[in-house]
């Protein structure tokens, strides 16, 4: 993987650096910014914070804060940077930046934007976006590695919890042998295995596990079988002891169904406003779905808000999808 001609020489020029991700950041985008942030930092002659706002990560997710114990960015620290990274974050309104800072903090500043989203609107001064990665964890590790940052375990470990999840286990098209040579290296670098298995695999509180049976319980099955989708709305959410920063990839159970080609996950975490999550099984694209309804993401896992509330939101996406997938049917001659 490349590096583009100037990226890390102006990465490392910097003294202040703001690492920023997107919202409801997952464990690829929260390893991506910590790891990131702690590599250049190795040198001492950068100070490097991240932007997680309040109340931003999940509860699946906060022991990574608890232990990588990164420097948070405030005003202050956007003021006063030399340059910003976006990571994992595929247009600038998704990026999760606290309230208290101005509208503005890009302005005037360098931004590097790393990404693997095939949306990425390219938004940065330099832009690294490679759609094919399985992660924006794997590019990081290429640039740490080009940058001639030393890897520590901890650091190994939030790489590796980022490609792990990003490829749901590695069972993902997007696992390439890079991927894995990648994920053995970090792995013979110290990256603890059955830690992050165990938190990322094993680890749920009862709310979270409420939920999912929540989510399960809400799984409907249509168009023949080829589409499944499920629901949690703001007071299935908030009862079951969740917020909107705990759905993240309870979209694998409808999507665990065989036979199903689209798989979507609708959830209100925000009240009156809908989150639908989409994925494509069988090399079936959602990426133009999402488009459709003003979301964007990869080929085959993608995702939108509506601003409407839940029920009004199931229908109309269930009604439009139901629409590609016959359309998609009736191009080939099954
Ligand atoms: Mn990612």
Redesign the pocket.
């Known amino acids: 993987m490349n590096v583009p001609d100037g990226l890390i020489e102006r990465l490392t020029s910097w003294r202040r650096a703001v690492i920023v991700g997107h919202v409801t950041p997952?464990a690829?985008?929260l390893g991506?910014m910590i790891a990131l942030a702690k590599g250049l930092a190795d040198d001492r002659r950068c100070e490097v914070t991240v932007s997680l706002p309040p109340g931003s990560v999940s509860q699946r997710l906060a022991f990574i804060l608890d232990q990588a114990d990164p420097a948070l960015a405030d005003p202050r620290a956007f003021a006063e940077a030399d340059g910003i990274v976006v990571v994992?974050t595929a247009k600038v309104s998704r990026c999760n930046v606290d309230r208290s800072i101005p509208d503005n903090w890009a302005d005037g500043k360098t931004v590097i934007n790393i990404?693997?989203?095939a949306s990425n609107t390219r938004f940065g001064d330099i832009n690294w976006v490679e759609a094919e990665a399985s992660?924006?964890?794997e590019m990081v590790y290429w640039l740490l590695l080009r940058a001639n940052r030393s890897l520590s375990p901890m650091l190994c470990s939030l790489l590796y919890a980022?490609m792990i999840t990003?490829t749901v286990g590695f069972t993902l098209s997007s696992t390439a042998p890079g991927t894995l040579r990648v994920a053995g290296e970090v792995v013979a670098q110290g990256a603890d295995v059955a830690q992050i298995g165990e938190r990322m695999y094993r680890s749920l509180t009862a709310g979270e596990f409420r939920l999912l049976q929540t989510i399960y319980a809400n799984t409907r099955v249509v168009a023949d079988g080829r589409i499944a989708y499920s629901t949690a709305d703001h007071d299935e959410i908030t009862g079951a002891g969740c917020t909107a920063a705990d759905i993240d990839d309870q979209v694998n159970v409808p999507r665990s169904l065989r036979g199903v080609k689209i798989a979507m996950l609708l959830t209100e975490g925000v009240r009156g406003k809908t989150r639908i999550n989409f994925r494509g099984e069988s090399g079936v694209e959602v990426l133009e779905l999402a488009r459709s309804l003003g979301g964007g993401g990869?080929a085959e896992a993608a995702g939108a808000i509506l601003d409407m509330p839940i029920d009004q939101a199931v229908p109309l996406v269930v009604a439009r999808t139901t629409e590609y997938v016959d359309r998609l049917s009736g191009g080939s001659d099954s």
């Open positions: 997952d690829d985008c991506s994992d990404d693997h989203h992660s924006t964890a980022g990003d990869h």
